[in-house]
T-cell receptor
Framework: EAQVTQNPRYLITVTGKKLTVTCSQN?????MSWYRQDPGLGLRQIYY???????DKGDVPEGYKVSRKEKRNFPLILESPSPNQTSLYFC??????????FGPGTRLTVT | AQSVSQHNHHVILSEAASLELGCNYS??????LFWYVQYPGQHLQLLLK??????LVKGIKGFEAEFIKSKFSFNLRKPSVQWSDTAEYFC???????????FGIGTKLQVIP
């Protein structure tokens, strides 16, 4: 089954404790991205990757890092999380027709 | 700057009512347009998309959208909504020649039985 998976689905952490949210897709898509969803702000792109070892900033990259060492994986790293990063995070991969396939989401709470 | 706006942030309808959700984009060239739906507690799924050709696009679950180039609009419609259509709807667009897809802030639709 074609899908995008994310882990963990829910995470509560404390300020400053490094965390990684994993994302994996099995559709051989080259393009992947991370979004955060906040009430009243919709989806905002954090980072995207055009292919292995090619990443770039989206609209709200501050406080986040990504890496793309393999085509299928695109982890999101928060080196020092802060409360303003409390949000719902979605990973997505995209086919050549620009249709995006979203993961199930990760609800992150930073206290 | 390229942007997409959704005019209605929260819509409440009774079952069987007709639906139209507005979406406008700002870009002068060719565009690809999308509508995504997010059911409560779930991830976003594609409802329909427009790339070229017939400006009236039909999607899943009885939804359709019309691309009106002169109005920079891509409004979503459904003749008769059901309770199961309760969800948040996002318009998105990609300017031609660019990789990035920009999403609107979403419209929450609540359908009352």
């Amino acid at each position: 089954e074609a899908q995008v998976t994310q882990n963990p689905r829910y995470l509560i952490t404390v300020t400053g404790k490094k965390l990684t949210v994993t994302c994996s897709q099995n559709m051989n898509h080259e393009y992947m991205s991370w979004y955060r969803q906040d009430p009243g702000l919709g989806l905002r792109q954090i980072y995207y990757s055009m292919n292995v070892e090619v990443t770039d900033k989206g609209d709200v990259p501050e406080g986040y890092k990504v890496s793309r060492k393999e085509k299928r994986n695109f982890p999101l790293i928060l080196e020092s999380p802060s409360p303003n990063q409390t949000s719902l995070y979605f990973c997505a991969s995209r086919d050549r027709g620009y249709e995006q396939y979203f993961g199930p989401g990760t609800r992150l709470t930073v206290t | 700057a390229q942007s997409v706006s959704q005019h209605n942030h929260h819509v409440i309808l009774s079952e069987a009512a007709s639906l139209e959700l507005g979406c406008n984009y700002s870009y002068g060239g060719t565009v690809n347009l999308f509508w995504y739906v997010q059911y409560p507690g779930q991830h976003l799924q594609l409802l329909l998309k427009y790339f070229s050709g017939d400006p009236l696009v039909k999607g899943i679950k009885g939804f359709e959208a019309e691309f009106i180039k002169s109005k920079f609009s891509f409004n979503l419609r459904k003749p008769s909504v059901q309770w199961s259509d309760t969800a948040e709807y996002f318009c998105a667009f990609r300017p031609g020649g660019y990789q990035k897809v920009t999403f609107g802030i979403g419209t929450k639709l609540q359908v009352i039985p």
